[in-house]
Every structure is written in structure tokens, then in C-alpha cells.
């Protein structure tokens, strides 16, 4: 296990921990446990536990990304998205606020932003910010549970909405120390950010990050950023807008270098970025025409590796399946599958990277359309036309060109 998937169970079992010993010293033990209190209650104990599950999810949800909302301002940002729970708010060109379902990265929610100054623009409201609503929220359940300890109310249903307002602050200690877990985790969380802007150099990094990601998903070429020797899950995401940088401009050696720092540091990233790195290590190779040298490097690759290709639960995945399926397994129905899926694949893929890899998945096609000649992928759109297409035109442009030259002979008579 890798020691930010160690720090992921770690920060999970606290939040768990934490909520659950609310939970049975708070509600269960002192209310469950009295039996006269079944018959004041307003609702089945159950009913309200799970009232109070949903409120506390949602109401932290919406009040970390408000935070992160209102903190982004104060922090010279400018918000291109907020994302609660899968509703998705955009910011137009034009100024419109759009509304659609889209996943995120994040605890229940993700708030992208825009630096408007990169060396002034500073994250640490944007990080901040979502506290000062969970002191709101204590403020505002606290008189609850006052209310409902007091010995006038021992058997009435203040008692209930006690319990209530516990369980919504048990949910609310559990998302936060989660969220504010000073370390890299499985989800993008604010007690790691505050952890690595620590000082001028990384603020300007994570800045120029986000400018890079904002360029490249309103369909402009990123600027290429210092890429980091030493990888780690944030300075991989500064990595891969350098990254994509060099793919746009088929810089495939160049992007191949950054590949390899990140193998380089498979014990400081998680799972899926290194999985995601060793992938592209196979199709840039075969894009630099070293097809040898991929099937050597996927041969030797581990299960888990040719397990997560498989699975093409990403368009990189996806990617790498079609070149391997096409050129090293010559599996043509595999292959076909896998170009099947593309469109869905492409469409969950963030839009800064979204046009380089349909590119990229069109290029895969075109080399397997030429080291498989028989096979029909007349249905797959490979962005060119295909040799045979080719031919093709230039035999109909020649038929009527020999057909014409014997008329004007005879007239020419």
C-alpha cells in the first residue's frame, strides 16, 4: 500500500471514528436508550437518524463549497465552476451561469478557480473559508442541544430535535476532519492544499497550474510550466499542464520525459497516476514509432497495470488498450470494442484535456488502420482519410481523363 492510500485510510477511520462516537454518546446511549422517550417522538428513531445522515451531508457539502466560493473572491480568483454533489454551475463566456450533472474531484463537491494575478492571488481563503461555516453551524445546533439536556424538556420532543442536530454535527466533524486532513489523500482536500502552499514559490506553481488548466479547456495551448523532478499527486496535476502542452504540439519525447519522473516516483503518487503514467509510456512509445521497445515495456509490465488497460475506466486507459489490442495482440474485435467506448470515455474526460486526447485516440486509430490493412474500420472516424480512400479518388479522376483524350483525336481529324 502506498503511503498516501495509507494516509486515505487513516483520515477515513478518524472521520469514521469521530462520527460515530458523537453519534453513540450524543444520540444513541442517552436518547435510544430511554424507552419513555419512543412516545414523544415525532417520527420513527430510524427516520430521524437518517434525516439527520442526509441534512448533515448536503448542508456541509453546500457550506465547503460556498466557503471555497466566497474565499476565492477575497483571494483575488476568478470561480469558473462549483460543483455540489454532481450539480454542476459553469460560468459562461458570456457572463451566464449554465446547470448540468458532472463529477468532481473532491469530498461532495469542487470548486475550480482562476487566478487573476499570479503572484498575488492567494489560496489560503479559498482553503479557509468553509470554517467559518461550520462555526455557523455550531452556532445555530448548539441552543438545539441546549435546549434539549434541560430538565423541564427531559420528555418532550425537544429531546429529538436534540438528537437531530447531533447527528447533522457528527456528519459535519466527519466531512471536516476529512476535508481538513493535512495530508495527500484520495480526494482533493483543503488541509493538504494549506500543507504545500507554504511559501511564494509553490502559491506561484499552484497558480500557474490553474491558469494552465483554465487555458487549455477553453480550447487555448497552455503554457509550459517548471516541471518537478520530484512527483508528488499536486505537483503531478503542475506536471501534466506541461504535460499536454507538449502533446499538442506532438512533442512526444518531451511528454515522455515527464512520464518518467512520474514512474520515476511511483511511491509518492497514488494508484491511479501511476497507472495512468505507465499507460502513456506504452503509446508514446508506439507514437515515436519504438514499437519494439512498447512490447518489451508491456510484456514486463505487472497485472495490475494490464488490469487497469483493460478495464478502460479512462480515455488514456482506452487509448493504450486500442494500440496494444492493434498492434501487439492483434485482436481486432478487441480493438473495435475499445474505439466503441471512446465517445463516452472522451466525454467524462475534463474538457482542458478533452480535444488533445480525441486527437490522440484518432492518431492510435490511424496507426493500427495501417498496420492492419484487412481490418474494416469503416464505421471509426481516424480524423484523415485512409490510404484506401485515397486510391480510391485517384482511380475515378483518372477513368473520364482517358475517356476524354480519344474524343478530341477524332475531332481533331
Known sequence: MKKNEVWDWIAFIAAIVVVGLIFLLGFYFPIMSNSELQAVAPMHPVLIILLGIVIGWILNAVFIEVGHLIGAKIGRYNVRSVNVIYCHFQKNENGKISFGFKK????????????????KSSPKAYSYFPLLFLLIEVCALVPLIVMGTLPQNALTGWVWWRGLAVIILAIAAGIYLYDYFPAAIGSKNDGYLL????????????????????????????????????????????????????LAKKDYAGALDIVEKTIACKDTVNEN?????????????????????????????????????????????????VLINGLIDNNETETKAALDKADALLKKTDKDQRSIEEDLVREALRIVIKAQPTWDFSAYDAGEETPAETKVEEKTEEKPEVKEEPKDDKKAE
Open 273 to 321: 497516476i501511476y497507472l495512468t503514467a505507465v499507460t502513456n509510456k506504452i503509446s508514446l512509445l508506439i507514437f515515436m514509432g519504438k514499437l519494439d521497445e512498447a512490447k518489451e515495456y508491456y510484456v514486463l509490465t505487472p497485472v495490475d497495470v494490464k488490469k487497469y488497460i483493460a478495464q478502460m475506466r479512462s480515455i488514456v486507459a482506452l487509448r493504450g488498450y
Open 195 to 246: 500543507t504545500i502552499l507554504t511559501n511564494q514559490t509553490n502559491k506561484e506553481a499552484y497558480n500557474q497550474m490553474l491558469l494552465g488548466q483554465d487555458i487549455l479547456a477553453k480550447g487555448g495551448q497552455a503554457p509550459e510550466l517548471p516541471v518537478y523532478d520530484k512527483v508528488t499527486n499536486f505537483t503531478s496535476q503542475v506536471n501534466d499542464i506541461t504535460y499536454y502542452a507538449r
Open 104 to 119: 468532481y474531484d473532491g469530498l461532495f463537491g469542487e470548486t475550480k478557480i482562476v487566478p487573476k494575478d499570479i503572484k
